[in-house]
């Protein structure tokens, strides 16, 4: 069955840099892209950015251009997030989820990390 | 970048009761919008995709219709398990972008 296996829960002080991973499991990894979508709390989902895990390309939302870097190891069938200079409007739930491409639906999500941001 | 609204922000209904969610995007989406429902502490689960198509697994009573920028979500006999928080996603233009949520609860 499709997995995809988030790190855990992480805490940072403003500035720092975080990076999160999702390991796939159950399909082949390089047939779907992988996005990265979080939730502050009590907010909407917001859509980061994704990677098409076969060519390596990336797209980003303006959003967090410059701030964003998503990558992906195709032999450890895992996906990473990075977001730099950490603010504490950044504490969320971000998600790791596939898709089959564009456009298509967000089919499987991975169970979340909660990134606290604090002084 | 597209905004997508929903509409109500809480619904009350009761078990066995028909729920009826309202999605609405800033421009046309076509039929690239997609429903999702999310308990507590859990992960957004997909329902429907294609703004009409029940993803894999998910009961008849789960339906979606409406293109262009006006879509439905319809739940025909609320059950237990279907008291949550529901977000529409569009996914025909960049940033893909959802909605803020229709939390239906019980009555």
């Known amino acids: 069955q499709v997995q995809l296996v988030q790190s855990g829960a992480e805490v940072k002080k403003p500035g720092a840099s975080v990076k999160v991973s999702c390991k796939a499991s159950g399909y082949t990894f390089t047939n779907y892209v992988m996005h990265w979508v979080r939730q502050a709390p009590g907010q909407r989902l917001e859509w980061m950015g994704w990677?098409?895990?076969?060519?390596?390309?990336?797209k980003y939302s303006q959003n967090f251009q410059g701030r964003v870097t998503i990558t992906r190891d195709t032999s450890a069938t895992t996906a990473y997030m990075e977001l730099s200079s950490l603010i504490s409007e950044d504490t969320a739930v971000y998600y790791c989820a596939r898709s089959s491409g564009w456009p298509t639906a967000i089919d499987y999500w991975g169970q979340g990390t909660l990134v606290a941001v604090s002084s | 970048e597209i905004v997508m609204t929903q509409s109500p922000a809480t619904l009350s209904v009761s078990p066995g009761e028909r729920a009826t969610l309202s999605c609405r995007a800033s421009?046309?989406?076509?039929?690239?919008l997609a429903w999702y429902q999310q308990n507590p502490g859990q992960a957004p689960r997909l329902l429907i995709y294609?703004?009409?198509t029940r993803a894999t697994d998910i009961p008849a009573r789960f339906s979606g219709s409406g293109s262009g920028t006006e879509f439905t979500l319809t739940i025909s006999s609320l059950q237990s398990e279907d008291f949550a928080v529901y977000y529409c996603q569009q996914y025909n233009n960049w940033p893909i972008t959802f909605g803020p949520g229709t939390k239906v609860d019980i009555k």
């Open positions: 294609g703004a009409s």
């Open positions: 990677i098409n895990t076969g060519s390596g390309n990336t």
């Open positions: 421009q046309s989406v076509s039929s690239n």
